[in-house]
C-alpha cells in the first residue's frame, strides 16, 4: 500500500521540448530541415499505396505528403504561448512540468550568452511556479548550436566542457528557481539515430563514431553534474533514459540471454555509468521489444499512428528493472501519436496502473509526464504524429484539449484509486 507521503509528493504532468514545441529555432537541425524537406516530401509520395497513409493523417495539416510537414519552423509556438499552454495544462490538473532549454538561443555564438533568452526560461520557470507547478528542466534535448555542430558537434571532446559551461551559465540564472535538472535527454536514442542508423543529422553510419558520441554524452553528464551541485547543492539532478522492456518468450535460453545482453547495452550501461551523479531516474518510457528468436517478435496487436505497438503495462517491468539502483523514479515521458485520440485515454489509464503496481512493488515512483502536452514536432517524422494531450491547429495555432487530457485529469484526481 502507499503511504499518505507517497501520494502528497507524487507529480503529474506532461512534457515538451524547445525544438518541437518553441519555433523559431536556428541550430543543426533546423539547417538539416530545410536541407531534407523537399526529399522527404518526394519520398512520401513515392510510398506504395498499401505502405501509405490512412485518409485521416493525410487529411490533416500538414499532411506527411507536403515539404511544411519536414520544416519546423514556428512549431506550435509555444515560445509566445507558453502561458496560455501552462494556463490549459493547470487547467487539466498538472502539478508538474517538463521542458527544455535550447542550447543555441543561450549561446548563439560560442561563448556569447543571450540574456534575452536567459530571461525568457527564467519568465516561463516562473510562469509555471505562479500555477503551482514544479519545473523539471532538460539542458539538452538533441539540437545543437549551429557553431558547436561546425566542429564536430559530439564527436568532439571540445562539447563536454562546452556543455558544462553552458550547464553553468543556466543554472547560475535559474538557481533560485529550479529544483529539478535532467542535463541530457535520451543521449542513447541520439547516438543511436544521428551516428549508428544515420537517420537524424548528422546523418552518420559508423558504430565506432556511434560509441564516441555516447562516450561524450555520459561524459558530458559527469561534467555538468559538479556543476549544478556546485551552484545550488540542494539541487536534484537527473537522467531521462529510454528504457525498453525487453521481453524473452517462453523458457528459452537464447532468448533469455539475447534479453540479458539488451538489458545491459541499452537500459543499463548509461545508468551504470551515471549512477553516481544521479539523485533521480528519469524514465522514459515507450517500448516493449519481444524477443523469439531475435529481436522485435512482438504481436503488435494494438499500434499507434506510426506503428509503434501500445504496451503501455510494460511500463512496469521497465520500472521493476530500475528498482536496482534505489533511486526516485519519475516517469519523464510516455504516451503515444493518436491522432484521433481512440487509445490515449486507456493508455494513460493503464500506464498510471502499471505505476501504482510497480510503487505497491517497492519501486519509489514520485511523478508522471506524459508526452506530450501539445502536439509538436515529431523530428524527422515531421508535424503529422499527434502526441499532444492538447490538440493544435498549425494553421491558427489554437490549442483544444483532447478528451484524454480530461481522462488523464480525473485519473489525477482519483490517485491512488484508479
Ligand atoms: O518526441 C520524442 C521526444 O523528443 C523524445 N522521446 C520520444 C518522443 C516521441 O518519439
Not at 558504430?207 to 562516450?215: K, T
Not at 544521479?278 to 504481436?299: A, C, E, T
Request: hydrophobic share 40%; net charge neutral.
Amino acid at each position: 500500500m502507499m503511504n499518505n507521503n507517497k501520494v502528497e509528493k507524487f507529480y503529474f504532468g506532461a512534457s515538451s521540448s524547445a525544438h518541437q514545441a518553441e519555433g523559431g529555432q536556428r541550430n543543426d537541425w533546423s539547417e538539416w530541415e530545410i536541407r531534407t524537406a523537399t526529399g522527404k516530401a518526394h519520398n512520401a509520395r513515392n510510398r506504395p499505396p498499401t505502405g501509405g497513409w490512412p485518409a485521416y493523417i493525410l487529411e490533416r495539416h500538414p499532411n506527411p505528403l507536403e515539404e511544411t510537414n519536414y520544416v519546423a519552423g514556428r512549431a506550435a509556438d509555444h515560445w509566445h504561448r507558453y502561458e496560455e499552454d501552462f494556463d490549459l495544462a493547470k487547467e487539466l490538473g498538472h502539478t508538474a512540468h517538463r521542458f527544455s532549454i535550447e542550447w543555441s538561443r543561450v549561446e548563439p555564438e560560442e561563448g556569447r550568452f543571450d540574456e534575452r533568452a536567459l530571461a525568457h526560461y527564467r519568465d516561463v520557470v516562473r510562469a509555471l511556479r505562479a500555477r503551482g507547478m514544479e519545473p523539471f528542466v532538460t539542458l539538452w534535448h538533441w539540437p545543437l548550436p549551429l557553431w558547436l555542430a561546425r566542429k564536430g558537434g559530439w564527436e568532439s571532446s571540445a562539447a563536454i566542457g562546452a556543455f558544462a559551461k553552458y550547464a553553468g551559465r543556466v543554472a547560475a540564472y535559474l538557481k533560485d528557481d529550479v529544483k529539478f535538472w535532467i542535463p541530457l535527454n535520451e543521449p542513447e536514442i541520439y547516438a543511436n539515430m544521428s551516428y549508428l542508423n544515420g537517420t537524424w543529422p548528422p546523418q552518420v553510419k559508423n558504430p565506432l563514431r556511434m560509441l564516441r558520441v555516447l562516450s561524450h554524452l555520459i561524459r558530458a553528464h559527469r561534467a555538468a553534474h559538479p556543476v549544478l551541485k556546485g551552484i545550488n547543492p540542494s539541487c536534484r539532478v537527473g537522467i531521462a533514459k529510454n528504457n525498453i522492456h525487453f521481453e524473452a518468450a517462453g523458457r528459452n535460453q537464447w532468448n533469455e540471454l539475447l534479453k540479458a545482453v539488451a538489458d545491459w547495452w541499452w537500459n543499463r550501461l548509461p545508468l551504470d555509468l551515471t549512477n553516481d551523479t544521479l539523485d533521480f531516474i528519469g524514465l522514459n518510457f515507450y517500448f516493449h521489444n519481444r524477443i523469439d528468436g531475435w529481436f522485435n517478435r512482438n504481436r503488435n496487436e494494438r499500434i499507434n499512428d506510426i506503428g509503434w505497438e501500445l504496451a503501455p503495462e510494460s511500463l512496469f517491468h521497465a520500472l521493476m528493472d530500475l528498482k536496482r539502483y534505489e533511486k526516485p523514479v519519475y516517469v519523464t515521458e510516455n504516451g503515444l501519436a493518436d491522432a484521433r485520440d481512440l487509445h490515449r485515454a486507456e493508455y494513460i489509464h493503464e500506464a498510471l496502473r502499471a505505476v501504482k503496481r510497480a510503487v505497491g512493488n517497492g519501486v519509489d515512483v514520485r511523478g508522471y509526464f506524459h508526452w506530450a502536452l501539445t502536439d509538436n514536432f515529431e523530428w524527422a517524422d515531421g508535424f503529422w504524429p499527434r502526441f499532444g494531450l492538447v490538440e493544435v491547429d498549425y494553421q491558427t495555432l489554437t490549442r483544444r484539449p483532447r478528451a484524454s487530457a480530461q481522462a488523464y485529469k480525473n485519473l489525477i484526481e482519483r490517485w491512488p484509486n484508479i
